[in-house]
């Protein structure tokens, strides 16, 4: 079974360009997640998709970063226009969803192998 | 609000002696999950062990256990008889519904031959 697949691996651009990551989830996921590390700190939940739907968009920085889902299968994390401190590791994660009368907080999170963005 | 605190940035072991990674957490909530995950070089996360907070015994992995101590609210990795394999970057992390991760700002492992 594939896991979650991120492209690009790298992408460098340059203060004020549009950049547009995406996230391919496990197939079957309901659940997905992004997050972002910058260098040398925590890595930060962005937002969580259930399906197409954003159930917690809590941790998007500002109105520059967009993200989407449609169709509740891939998802695009867009930032327009990018600046210096957008550069660090962007990581999106999958989860299934939990059948009805779950109550286990193990629901493991299997991340993909993460987007660097360096914007010059 | 929750919070994950790792105070060990870079840590150096040598091959085949055991080493514990730091990680106290801040939470309000009876109910959460607290899970490791390492990062190799090549970027993807990896799953490594998992503890719930009603959980009454550490959870084991192979070489991984999970010291937790509820009441200190830490939740410390021990990777025994360490390999060259484990030099990476890890996680620990804080759940505590079916949503988002808390992440700590990580641990650089070194093993040395």
């Known amino acids: 079974e594939a896991g979650v697949t991120q492209f690009p691996s790298h992408s460098v651009i340059e203060k004020g360009q549009t950049v547009t990551l995406r996230c391919d989830p496990i197939s079957g996921h309901d659940n997905l997640y992004w997050y972002r590390r910058v260098m040398g700190k925590e890595i930060k939940f962005l937002l969580h998709?259930?399906?197409?739907?954003?159930?917690?968009e809590s941790g998007m920085p500002n109105n520059r970063f967009l993200a989407e889902r449609t169709g509740g299968t891939y998802s695009t994390l867009k930032v327009q226009p990018a600046e210096l401190e957008d550069s660090g590791v962007y990581f999106c994660?999958?989860?299934?969803?939990?059948?009805?009368?779950?109550?286990?907080?193990?629901?493991?999170?299997?991340f993909g192998p993460g987007t660097r963005l360096t914007v010059l | 609000a929750q919070k994950i605190t790792q105070t060990q940035p870079g840590m150096f072991v040598q091959e085949k002696e055991a080493v514990t990674l730091d990680c106290t957490y801040d939470?309000?909530?009876?109910?959460?999950?607290l899970f490791w995950y390492k990062q190799p070089s090549s970027g993807e996360m990896i799953f490594l062990i998992y503890?719930?907070?009603?959980?009454?015994q550490n959870a084991t992995e192979g070489r991984y256990s999970l010291n937790f101590q509820k009441a200190r609210k830490s939740a410390n990795l021990v990777i025994s008889a360490s390999q060259l394999g484990d030099s990476a970057m890890y996680f620990c992390?804080?759940?505590?519904?079916?949503?988002?991760?808390?992440f700590g700002s990580g641990t650089k492992l070194n093993v040395k031959p």
């Open positions: 994660a999958s989860s299934p969803q939990l059948g009805s009368g779950g109550t286990s907080l193990y629901n493991e999170q299997f």
């Open positions: 503890q719930g907070s009603y959980d009454e």
């Open positions: 992390a804080i759940r505590r519904d079916f949503n988002k991760f808390y």
């Open positions: 939470t309000s909530d009876q109910s959460y999950g």
């Open positions: 998709f259930v399906k197409e739907s954003k159930q917690d």
